[in-house]
C-alpha cells in the first residue's frame, strides 16, 4: 500500500487533524535538522578543513540524500519506530497524545539547543511518544517491548562500537602515516574530513529521517480514524518532504552544538576527525541497515571519546562529557514523563 501526494491533500481536507500532525511532526524534523544534524559537521568545522556556511549547507544537502537513498534502499528504521508504541483503539486519544508527544520533544529539544547541550533527538523522540503511550493505556501496555529493546541494543552497540573502533582506527591512521611528510598528510586528511563530514551529514538523514518518517505514518492513520496501522510503502514525496525540512533545521545553523562537540570536548587534528567520521557513519550505516534505531549524536561523541583517548585519556574534556552523559542519562524519564504529562493534560481539554 502507498498514499500519492494528492490523495495525502485530500486526507488533509477531510481529516483537519491531519493539518495538525503534519505541522508538528515537520516542526519536529526542523529542530531536528537545527539541533542535531549539526553534530555531523562538528569535527570537519573545529579542525577547519572546511568553513562553517559551507559545511552547514553540505550538510542540509546529505541529509537529504541520505534520506532519499538509505529509505530506498532499507525502511526498516522507520518500521522499528511505528510499531514501537501502542496509541490504543480509541483513534481520538490516540491522536491527542501523539500531538502531545510531539510539542513534548521540540520544548526539549529547544531548551537543549538553548544550553547548547547535544541531546540525543532520537532518544528524545522515542521517550516522549512512549511517555504518551503510557498515558493513554494508563500502563506500560502502550510500550512494544520487543522493538523497544532494540534502542537499548543501538545504545550499547553505538557506545561500546563508537569508542573502541575510534581508538583502534586512529591509532591504525597513525601507524600507517608514521613515517610520511607530515604537510602532506595534513593536505590529505583535510579534503578527507570533507568526505568522512559528508558521509556523517549522509548517515543522520539516513538514521534520523527515517524515525520521523515512521511518526509522519503514524499520525497519518491516526488522523484518519484508524488505531491500527496497516503496512504501508513509504512515499517518495514523504521521504522528499521529510528530507527539504531536515535539511532547512540544518541550514539555520546550530553553532553552540558545534562547538561543544567538535571543540569544547577534545581538541582534535585533522586525521583524527577523520577518524572519528569515519567509525561514526559506519557504526550508523551497519545500524540503520539492521533496523535498529542509534543515535547520531551518541554515536559521533563516542567515537571523538575513543579517538581523543587514543593519545592520553586526559586529552578528553571528561567534565564536557560527564554534562553530555547526564544530558542523555536524563531524555528518556525526562522527555518520557513531559510526554506523559502533556498527553494527560491533552487529553483532559481536547
Given at each position: 500500500m502507498t498514499i500519492t501526494l494528492t490523495q495525502y491533500l485530500s486526507q488533509m481536507q477531510q481529516y483537519p487533524a491531519l493539518i495538525v500532525t503534519t505541522i508538528l511532526t515537520l516542526g519536529v524534523i526542523l529542530v531536528n535538522g537545527w539541533t542535531d544534524?549539526?553534530?555531523?559537521?562538528?569535527?570537519c568545522v573545529s579542525t577547519r578543513s572546511i568553513k562553517p556556511k559551507p559545511a552547514i549547507l553540505m550538510a542540509a544537502a546529505c541529509n537529504f540524500i541520505g534520506l532519499v537513498v538509505m529509505t530506498a534502499i532499507s525502511p526498516k528504521v522507520a518500521e522499528t519506530i511505528y510499531n514501537m508504541v501502542d496509541f490504543?483503539?480509541?483513534?481520538?486519544?490516540?491522536?491527542?497524545?501523539?500531538?502531545?508527544?510531539?510539542?513534548?520533544?521540540?520544548?526539549?529539544?529547544?531548551?537543549?539547543?538553548?544550553f547548547g547541550i547535544p541531546t540525543s533527538e532520537s532518544h528524545a523522540l522515542i521517550a516522549g511518544l512512549s511517555g504518551a503511550a503510557i498515558a493513554v493505556?494508563?500502563?506500560?501496555?502502550?510500550?512494544?517491548?520487543?522493538?523497544?529493546?532494540?534502542?537499548?541494543?543501538?545504545?550499547?552497540?553505538?557506545?561500546i562500537l563508537g569508542f573502541f573502533a575510534g581508538y583502534i582506527v586512529v591509532k591504525l591512521v597513525e601507524k600507517i602515516c608514521m613515517n610520511m611528510d607530515r604537510r602532506k598528510t595534513d593536505g590529505f586528511f583535510r579534503k578527507?574530513?570533507?568526505?568522512?563530514?559528508?558521509?556523517?551529514?549522509?548517515?543522520?538523514?539516513?538514521?534520523?529521517?527515517?524515525?520521523f518518517m515512521g511518526?509522519?505514518?503514524?499520525?497519518?492513520?491516526?488522523?484518519?480514524?484508524?488505531?491500527d496501522m496497516t503496512?504501508?510503502?513509504?512515499?517518495?514525496?514523504?521521504?522528499?518532504?521529510?528530507?527539504?525540512?531536515?535539511?532547512?533545521?540544518?541550514?539555520?545553523?546550530?553553532e553552540k552544538i558545534i562547538k561543544a562537540v567538535g571543540m569544547d570536548m577534545v581538541k582534535l587534528e585533522s586525521y583524527q576527525g577523520f577518524a572519528a567520521d569515519l567509525v561514526a557513519?559506519?557504526?550508523?550505516?551497519?545500524?540503520?541497515?539492521?533496523?535498529?534505531?542509534?543515535?547520531?549524536?551518541?554515536?559521533?561523541?563516542?567515537?571523538?571519546m575513543g579517538v581523543g583517548a587514543s593519545r592520553n585519556i586526559k586529552r578528553v574534556n571528561w567534565g564536557v562529557v560527564k554534562g553530555m552523559i547526564l544530558a542523555w542519562v536524563f531524555t528518556f524519564p525526562g522527555c518520557g514523563l513531559l510526554g506523559f504529562l502533556m498527553a494527560k493534560f491533552f487529553m483532559m481539554i481536547f
Open positions: 544534524a549539526p553534530n555531523a559537521i562538528a569535527t490504543g483503539g480509541n483513534s481520538a486519544d490516540a491522536l491527542v497524545a501523539l500531538c502531545a508527544a510531539l510539542v513534548a520533544i521540540v520544548v526539549w529539544a529547544t531548551a537543549a539547543s538553548y493505556h494508563g500502563s506500560f501496555e502502550g510500550v512494544n517491548g520487543s522493538e523497544w529493546i532494540k534502542v537499548l541494543y543501538g545504545l550499547v552497540f553505538s557506545t578527507g574530513q570533507i568526505f568522512s563530514g559528508a558521509a556523517m551529514a549522509f548517515m543522520h538523514g539516513a538514521q534520523d529521517g527515517q524515525k511518526v509522519f505514518l503514524l499520525g497519518m492513520f491516526l488522523a484518519k480514524g484508524q488505531a503496512a504501508v510503502a513509504v512515499p517518495l514525496w514523504l521521504m522528499v518532504l521529510c528530507a527539504v525540512t531536515m535539511g532547512g533545521g540544518s541550514a539555520i545553523g546550530g557513519s559506519g557504526c550508523i550505516l551497519l545500524s540503520t541497515l539492521t533496523g535498529v534505531p542509534v543515535s547520531t549524536t551518541h554515536t559521533k561523541t563516542t567515537a571523538i
